[in-house]
């Protein structure tokens, strides 16, 4: 599946759930690199990939600096589930992909994601976009990790409805929630094209995470 590329939708969550590429032995990994890093109940990191979820009663969440940001007014860098079409988290897990969004108000702008995560829910194509109060769907593991209310913060799916409801946010996710209402615009779900990028290294930084095949 390398050299992916086509057209996509977009979702938005977080549910602070261990992402599924932190497991070991799904993908060929680069040398000296591991699988997606995660994080305690307190965001420091696990060294165990065997981890279980926090999710499921084990100790391992999502980290925090897994929260999308900006380079510029045209490019975000950020982290996402993804469903590539012919694809398996064999080909997908850590590699990059370079999204132009195609409508709504942020249409021409790009964000390079990183694929950290994966979802029985999700459609073909489709990058759920991993944005703190982007919400829980169908895990949450925020109540756990940070004490968000039994849904999580807003809607079950969709989360927060506004940039004001950031501010009450744990410090550390408040700048990846306030960046869906600046750089984002508040946009929701656009469409996008995209093809798969050779991955930053400063998306690879927060994960530590590199395919063999990068």
Same mark, same amino acid.
């Given at each position: 599946?390398? *050299?992916?590329?086509?057209?996509?939708?977009?979702? @938005?969550?977080?549910? !602070?759930?261990?992402?599924? !590429?932190?497991? $070991? *032995?799904? +993908?060929?990994?680069? $040398?000296? +690199?591991?699988?997606?890093?995660?994080?305690?109940? /307190? /965001?420091?990191?696990?060294?165990?990939? /065997?981890?279980?979820? *926090?999710?499921?009663?084990?100790?391992?969440?999502?980290?925090? #600096?897994?929260?999308?940001?900006?380079? #510029?007014?045209?490019?975000?860098?950020?982290?996402? =589930?993804?469903?590539?079409?012919?694809?398996?988290?064999?080909?997908?897990?850590?590699? !990059?992909?370079?999204?132009? +969004?195609?409508?709504? $108000?942020?249409?021409?702008?790009?964000?390079?994601?990183?694929?950290?995560?994966? *979802? @029985?829910?999700?459609?073909?194509?489709? %990058?759920?976009?991993?944005?703190?109060?982007?919400?829980?769907?169908? +895990?949450?593991?925020?109540? /756990?990790?940070? &004490? =968000?209310?039994?849904?999580?913060? &807003? =809607?079950?799916?969709?989360?927060? =409805?506004? @940039?004001?409801?950031?501010?009450? %946010? $744990?410090?550390?996710?408040?700048? &990846?929630?306030?960046?869906?209402?600046?750089? %984002?615009?508040?946009?929701?779900?656009?469409?996008?094209? %995209?093809?798969?990028?050779?991955?930053?290294?400063?998306?690879? #930084? #927060?994960?530590? !995470?590199? @395919?063999?095949?990068?």
């Amino acid at each position: 599946n390398a *050299g992916a590329s086509g057209s996509g939708t977009t979702t @938005r969550y977080w549910d !602070c759930c261990k992402p599924s !590429c932190a497991w $070991p *032995g799904k +993908f060929n990994l680069a $040398p000296g +690199f591991k699988p997606v890093q995660m994080c305690d109940i /307190n /965001n420091q990191p696990i060294l165990d990939s /065997n981890s279980s979820s *926090g999710c499921i009663n084990g100790t391992a969440y999502q980290c925090s #600096n897994e929260s999308p940001w900006a380079i #510029n007014d045209n490019l975000a860098y950020g982290y996402a =589930a993804v469903n590539i079409a012919g694809g398996s988290e064999a080909s997908w897990c850590c590699a !990059c992909y370079e999204l132009t +969004f195609t409508s709504g $108000p942020v249409i021409g702008k790009k964000m390079i994601v990183q694929a950290t995560n994966t *979802g @029985r829910d999700l459609a073909s194509n489709q %990058f759920d976009l991993s944005i703190p109060g982007g919400g829980v769907g169908i +895990f949450n593991g925020c109540t /756990n990790e940070w &004490g =968000a209310p039994s849904t999580g913060w &807003g =809607a079950q799916y969709g989360g927060v =409805a506004s @940039r004001s409801s950031c501010d009450s %946010f $744990p410090e550390a996710l408040k700048a &990846g929630c306030y960046w869906r209402y600046d750089w %984002f615009k508040g946009a929701d779900n656009p469409s996008v094209s %995209f093809t798969q990028v050779t991955c930053p290294t400063a998306l690879i #930084n #927060n994960t530590h !995470c590199a @395919r063999a095949d990068d």
